[in-house]
Nanobody, 115 residues
Framework: QVQLVESGGGLVQAGGSLRLSCAASESIFSIRAISWYRQAPGKQRELVAFITSGGVTNFADSWKGRFTISRDIAKNTVYLQMNSLKPEDTVVYSC?????????WGQGTQVTVSS
């Protein structure tokens, strides 16, 4: 079972930046893909971006250009860099690991963007 721990959320002013971290309990090479999702209260979870074990990345159109995804293999950590944040980015961000053996979720981290 893979454990994921997110961090880096918090309060930021509109136009600011945050970097979220998703630390995995095993080598991210063994994980097919790690994805970032976001979910607003009362709404469905949305895929933001993912990165595969081979380093291939992809983004949902809504966040291309503002968000980037990267990884530190030595730290088994995937990052979501969020720039030019808007009040509508105020949601909970969670990371997901698709291992092929199953899917695992972190506990989520709250991002709040003030106007």
């Amino acid at each position: 079972q893979v454990q994921l721990v997110e961090s880096g959320g918090g309060l930021v002013q509109a136009g600011g930046s945050l970097r979220l971290s998703c630390a995995a309990s095993e080598s991210i090479f063994s994980i097919r893909a790690i994805s970032w999702y976001r979910q607003a209260p009362g709404k469905q979870r949305e895929l933001v971006a993912f990165i595969t074990s081979g380093g291939v990345t992809n983004f949902a159109d809504s966040w291309k250009g503002r968000f980037t995804i990267s990884r530190d293999i030595a730290k088994n950590t995937v990052y979501l860099q969020m720039n030019s944040l808007k009040p509508e980015d105020t949601v909970v961000y969670s990371c997901n690991a698709n291992t092929g053996r199953g899917q695992y979720w972190g506990q989520g981290t709250q991002v709040t963007v003030s106007s």
